[in-house]
């Protein structure tokens, strides 16, 4: 069914851009027609008209424009239009990314119990991720021993096979072995030389199930404006142990996907930049969320693992790629160091990660060779949950970063 709809809505795309191709010929020598469509030159205005109008919302952006086809010719001829081909693009990103990172993804049936994460046979439930795992157990790590220290990593005690990396792009590889072994491009400056991570929300008021005394007003399902109960006070709990390990941090508390969700990638683009031509000594750019599995009956799935006794919420890194045809010629950088991200969570706990998400957007990753989407548990797990994983993601990362200091 899904294929049925990219099919006719690619169908319409085409038919709509043909009728746009046959009126524009149709009209050139026409002053009062063209008077008119040079009245909507405004910025990207008449990109996001023209696309909403034809495209509805797409899903598969290709090079330059984004577009393909008849359409993506009808752009590049009009010269309004090509002036504006990264504003096409970007809008394109930001509909598929928003479209993708939302609770009305796809879902599992009601019936239908999610399937281990670290099998290949996955029941589909949300573009982030791929199911809900059962909870695993570990014994490697009490409460107690979950202090703020940097982890001392053990890199020869994982192998690419502990490694795993759910592939969405639309044909981009990676070598898991090479990028373990190969040199770290991550590099970062002292402490004292200035800030080192920034850590920052586009989806802030994402939020967990509510439990116990952790009960907040919705501003929509599972979300809420209240900081003590969104991605804030994960990413403060983040900041809290990077610091104890003696990084440098910044955590960026605006929120950039209210009143207004549409838009937010845009919108924490240029939050980054800002802080990056503040302080040019941010190397590490975190943009921490939460996932949501929703099932078809609006059940919400949460993704756990057991630690010495404790519920823990996993975490999954998200990496982004130039398969969207949006500039990013260094994602193999970022990759290389989600890999060791990935390692530094499975020898602290194996059932700690989920698998490596990559994917075509680029989700402003460029920006940094640090920069990393993490994703800590889901709408289902508790806050609770997630601020035990956020602790022990922050932990195993302070590993990493920690090495990667000049």
Known sequence: MKQWKKLLRRGVALVSA??????????????????????????????????EATLGEPEDP????????????AVED???????????????????????TSAESEALPAEEEPEGADGADRAEASSLSDAAPETASSDQLTPEEDSAEALAVDWGSVSADDIGVDNDTGGK????????????????????????????HTHTTEAYAMSGDDVYNETDTSRTTDENYNMVRI????????????????????????????????RSLAGIQAYLEEYPTIAVVLDVHRDALIGSDGTAYATTTEIGGESVAQVMLVVGTNDSGLEHPNWTDN???????????????????????LRSQRFNQHLTTGSVLVEVG?????????????RLFAQ???????????
């Open 18 to 51: 043909g009728a746009a191709v046959w009126l524009t010929a149709r009209t050139a020598d026409l002053s009062g027609a063209w008077d008119t469509l040079s009245s909507l030159r405004a910025g990207e205005a008449v990109v996001t008209a023209l696309l």
């Open 235 to 266: 990413g403060e709990e983040m900041k809290a142990v990077f610091e104890a390990c003696g990084l440098s941090v910044i955590h960026d508390i605006t929120t950039y996907d209210y009143p207004s969700y549409n838009g937010s990638y845009g």
């Open 62 to 73: 290709l090079s330059g424009a984004g577009l393909e086809g008849v359409l993506r010719l």
């Open 173 to 200: 590889t990676v070598d898991i072995s090479a990028l373990l072994s190969g040199e770290m491009p991550l590099k970062l400056q002292s402490a004292e030389a200035g800030p080192q991570i920034l850590i920052m």
């Open 378 to 390: 889901t709408s289902g797990n508790t806050l609770q949950e997630a601020l035990a994983g956020a």
């Open 78 to 100: 009009t010269p309004e239009l090509a002036a504006q081909g990264e504003a096409v693009a970007a809008w394109l990103e930001e509909t598929e990314a928003t479209e993708e």
């Open 335 to 357: 990759m290389a160091v989600a890999v060791r991200l990935q390692a530094a969570m499975v020898a602290l706990s194996p059932g700690l990660a989920r698998d490596i998400d």
């Open 396 to 406: 195993a990362a302070a590993a990493v970063y920690l090495e990667c200091v000049e």
